[in-house]
């Protein structure tokens, strides 16, 4: 069975000093736990936060990316650039790890730098993460920050971002972005495009969440929803259990700031901790396995993957502690009767589906 998960931010640990080829005992993902799990492609992803101390975002995420094409020095590791790269992984059973970007910051609004990281084979591109750029709002700031906006939805040069992206077979990634951006791309897209990893707002209301009629405009253009397992986007419940454990641990939060004075540093060592002191008021898995359900109800089993989100979030749902949990996934759709065929669309064949309508 070959298995795709479409989002996963282990490269913010590399950068942070990790050494990421050999077994690490906290996160969710390194190399020795990827090889060992069901997972044959494993998207990585580039993430440069408009909000950091340091601007220069166009060559931090070459160096970001940098990192990511040294892990190609290993053994059974292979980073791709196009479609025919990840049918010949396949074939000699190599773990693929394709480069994706989360959000627009690392073109700094010059179209050179977005086909510079298309002829590094970028695979998809999130125009935005939280924040919104110039060119393009996100989902965030549409329902928080809307009045503060100098731009609602894509602007000329968002229009070209997405043209550009089309027309050199890099899908767009509409996870992040707000309501009038999705609708704008809708308007000008020709060729599928994704949502790597979102949740279902019917059953879980968050701004990071897809309504009906945008998982239907998803379908429409032969593209697919990567399900987020995070329980906050899974679960209407979770989040005051979970504001009760963190006003627990307070000062252990406040030690950990103090212990690490970068924000991308904090981030990871209160990520680390929460993993294990979180686990006992997270969801069940069964909450998860609802939201692909509702998917594939709606708008067909064709349509719908995984997007984990590995070590980009502090806690999994129950029984589901990292990417070696990941094959319960498929453990559990035959639970509820699905048949090995339409299993393997959900572990990874839609996602091979849409690479072969854009011809990545």
Same mark, same amino acid.
């Given at each position: 069975?070959?298995?795709? @998960?479409?989002? $996963? ?30 997972? %044959? ?20 995420? $070459? ?88 731009? *609602? ?16 077979? +890099? ?28 949740? +279902? ?7 990071? $969440? ?7 405009? *998803? ?40 212990? $690490? ?28 396995? @609802? ?22 979030? %502090? ?11 990941? *094959? ?33």
């Amino acid at each position: 069975m070959f298995v795709a @998960d479409l989002h $996963n931010d282990l490269v913010q640990r590399i950068m942070e000093g990790e050494d990421v080829t050999k077994y690490t005992p906290h996160g969710h993902t390194d190399i020795p736990r990827l090889k060992d799990s069901c997972i %044959d492609l494993q998207i990585l992803i580039i993430w440069v936060s408009s909000k950091s101390a340091d601007p220069n975002f166009f060559n931090k995420a $070459n160096r970001m990316y940098d990192e990511i094409e040294k892990l190609s020095n290993l053994t059974e590791v292979l980073i791709p650039k196009n479609l025919e790269d990840i049918k010949n992984g396949i074939k000699k059973n190599k773990l693929l790890l394709p480069v994706s970007m989360e959000g627009g910051e690392a073109i700094e609004n010059k179209i050179d730098n977005l086909y510079h990281f298309i002829n590094r084979g970028l695979l998809y591109l999130g125009p935005t993460w939280n924040h919104s750029l110039d060119w393009v709002s996100s989902n965030f700031d549409e329902k928080y920050n809307k009045t503060k906006l100098k731009t *609602i939805g894509l602007n000329d040069f968002g229009k070209e971002v997405i043209n550009v992206c089309q027309e050199n077979k +890099v899908l767009i990634d509409v996870s992040h972005i707000g309501e009038q951006s999705f609708w704008d791309i809708v308007k000008i897209t020709q060729r599928p495009f994704i949502a790597s990893h979102s949740s +279902v707002n019917k059953l879980c209301s968050h701004f990071r $969440n897809l309504y009906d009629d945008q998982l239907l405009a *998803i379908k429409n253009k032969q593209g697919l929803v990567g399900i987020n397992p995070y329980p906050f986007f899974i679960d209407p419940t979770f989040k005051e259990r979970e504001a009760k454990v963190r006003k627990k641990y307070r000062e252990k939060i406040k030690s950990l700031e103090i212990q $690490n004075s970068k924000k991308s540093s904090q981030w990871l060592a209160k990520q680390h901790f929460f993993q294990k002191k979180l686990s006992s008021v997270c969801p069940d898995f069964d909450i998860f396995l @609802d939201h692909i359900e509702y998917i594939i109800k709606l708008i067909g089993i064709d349509y719908v993957a995984v997007g984990s989100d590995y070590d980009g979030l %502090d806690c999994l749902p129950k029984g589901w502690k990292d990417c070696a949990d990941h *094959i319960k996934i498929a453990e559990q759709l035959e639970y509820r009767g699905y048949n090995q065929v339409e299993i393997e669309k959900v572990m990874g064949t839609n996602f091979l589906r849409v690479l072969e309508e854009i011809n990545y």
